[in-house]
Nanobody
């Protein structure tokens, strides 16, 4: 069982930055690939980024490639999402998720555990 708690959301101006964190419980965190998803008001939840067990491999949605960076610190059981050059369209609730596999994909069904989400609001 893995419990996930996101933090770091808030209000940012367009062009600014935020860093989200997701703290995981459990001693087997390093054996889970991790992902970030987001859901804007009135829209479906969408994939943002994913990272493999030890972090050498990652993938991104085209909409955030070059602006967002996913990373993890297995000694702290934490995964991060550094968000730079924020745009108003990045406004959403951001969720982290864990998958019991080496490198998870962009489908929500790939993931076994989900956090409660953290709100990110970007003003123009």
């Amino acid at each position: 069982q893995v419990q996930l708690v996101e933090s770091g959301g808030g209000l940012a101006q367009a062009g600014g930055s935020l860093r989200l964190s997701c703290a995981a419980s459990g001693r087997t965190f390093s054996r889970y690939s991790m992902g970030w998803f987001r859901q804007a008001p009135g829209k479906a939840r969408e994939f943002v980024a994913a990272i493999s067990w030890s972090g050498p491999r990652s993938s991104y949605a085209d909409s955030v490639k070059g602006r967002f960076t996913i990373s993890r610190d297995n000694s702290k059981n934490t995964v991060y999402l550094q968000m730079n050059s924020l745009k108003p369209e990045d406004t959403a609730v951001y969720y982290c998720a864990a998958a019991n596999t080496y490198l998870s994909g962009s489908y929500q069904s790939d993931y076994d555990y989900w956090g409660q989400g953290t709100q990110v609001t970007v003003s123009s």
